[in-house]
């Protein structure tokens, strides 16, 4: 018997990369194969204090952290200082932390370092040590797939090497079933800030080492759902939906603590009756906007679960439209943060008002619930094209002339997406087509255990 492998995972410092990894940590872990994941202190002391059981967490998953280089105060949301930050500082601990575990314990030694591919630098600090890597993308196929493409569109003269920014207006077409993506629709695109478009770019930019330096190339996808663009990828292994529910009680992976009674308010509402919505770890409304989403939640006159973060309007708490709250007491629930996986598999729930992150698109997806879709940022605008334009499986929300949603333009959507038996017969075929991938002989459990087969020899 050869010593027991032990896999080293690194994500982005972001919640919606720290989540896939985790769940894929747990995956991993139940094959027998020791985990330590290494988080940036920062994220580490919120990870630790959202769980709600450090001790069981830690018996399966090692937690580790290292420097992001930024005192406890420094503003993290500050994409241009964290970033120059992080890449100036965690490759030089990563690597102390690898030596320290691989001189403690000559049976303990790490076999494999598995790295989000936005974090490119880890990929390389384990190519220097002689260490196999692995790069994780937390994206789907298809913004993989452009992303990869970078240096041939530069070349080409459609993107500025600088800010990403397209030189003309000709959408780009990586193939037939891939939705196109325009100007302002890359996952870079930040036409209202272009410092912070050019620190995307950059994260991008970080992606491309991933190609060459890794053995293999993981992906939370379905080959079914996009084979377009997972055969536009050398060594892509799509294994998802990666699936907490799958394998675990607790989930650790969150940033803050889950509001565990949603679970029995929707074990009270009628089946099929309720809107979800939830704009992930990150989106951001105007005040004005918010009260335009709470009215136009209210209009609709239906059973409503809210996630709303304690930083969700103008990064600040938000505050509720004049008699709201009192309007809404007995057929509303809102929260601060929630357990995504099992409020979208409860019978309960009719449709998720998202911002179409690839975590909550693949976790829809893999329960069957269709999406009314309002995206922030990034890839959220592609993944949109996918949701409404290729799958059919939701409906977006228009903004008008200012960039603004009314909540009569809600309330519309939402009555139009519930009454779409259509939409509904769709996200149930891809729920199937799902469910099956990681079945036993499906597409995704077949990648997963080759990966599996391959870390243990």
């Excluded at 403690?104 to 030694?109: C, L, Q």
């Excluded at 491309?208 to 990828?233: F, G, M, Q, R, T």
């Excluded at 394998?247 to 009756?273: K, R, V």
């Excluded at 199937?432 to 243990?456: H, L, V």
Aim: aromatic residues 8%.
């Amino acid at each position: 018997m050869g010593r027991r492998p032990h896999v080293l995972i690194i994500p982005f410092p972001a919640q919606g990369h720290v989540t896939p990894l985790m769940k894929f940590a747990y995956q991993i872990s139940d094959h027998g194969i020791k985990v330590t994941f290494v988080n940036s202190d920062f994220i580490h002391e919120k990870l630790v204090a959202a769980l709600p059981d450090e001790d069981e967490a830690r018996s399966r998953i090692g937690l580790a952290s290292i420097p992001d280089g930024l005192g406890p105060g420094e503003d993290r949301k500050d994409l241009v200082k964290s970033t120059d930050s992080i890449l100036r500082v965690m490759p030089g601990h990563l690597k102390e932390l690898i030596e320290k575990v691989n001189n403690s314990n000559d049976d303990e030694k790490i076999t494999c370092v598995i790295a989000d591919t936005t974090v490119g630098w880890a990929l390389e600090v384990a190519e220097k040590m002689g260490i196999q890597s692995v790069a994780f993308c937390p994206c789907g196929p298809g913004t993989l797939a452009l992303v990869f493409d970078i240096p041939r569109l530069i070349e080409a003269g459609h993107v500025n090497g600088i800010d990403g920014s397209l030189l003309n207006e000709e959408l780009i077409c990586l193939a037939k079933d891939i939705p196109a993506f325009s100007s302002n629709r890359l996952p870079w695109s930040c036409p209202s800030d272009l410092t912070v478009q050019e620190i995307l770019f950059r994260l991008a930019l970080q992606c491309i080492p991933a190609k060459n330096l890794s053995n293999w190339l993981l992906c939370n996808s379905v080959y079914e759902l996009d084979s377009s663009a997972c055969d536009l990828i050398p060594n892509i292994l799509p294994i998802g939906p990666l699936l907490a529910s799958n394998h675990m009680g607790h989930y650790t992976g969150n940033f803050w603590p889950e509001d565990s009674t949603c679970i029995s308010w929707l074990d009270n509402q009628p089946a099929g009756s309720v809107i979800y919505v939830a704009f992930g770890s990150l989106a951001i409304l105007s005040q004005n906007q918010f009260n335009e989403l709470a009215l136009g939640i209210e209009l609709v006159s239906r059973p409503f679960l809210w996630v709303v973060r304690s930083d969700f309007t103008n990064g600040s708490a938000a505050e509720y439209p004049d008699g709201f709250i009192e309007r809404v007491a007995e057929h509303g629930k809102i929260v601060s943060w929630a357990p995504q996986e099992k409020l979208l598999a409860h019978p309960s729930v009719a449709c998720f008002l998202s911002h179409c992150g690839w975590n909550s698109t693949m976790e829809g997806i893999g329960m069957g619930v269709p999406f009314l879709c309002w995206p922030y940022f990034a890839d959220q605008f592609h993944n949109q094209s996918y949701i409404c334009d290729k799958w059919k499986v939701g409906l977006g929300l228009n903004p008008d002339e200012n960039g603004f949603i009314s909540r009569h333009e809600i309330k519309k959507k939402i009555e139009m997406l519930v009454s779409d038996d259509g939409i509904k017969a769709n996200a149930e075929k891809l729920k199937e087509m799902a469910r099956k991938s990681i079945s036993e002989g499906g597409s995704s459990y077949r990648n997963f255990k080759t990966f599996i087969e391959a870390m243990k020899h």
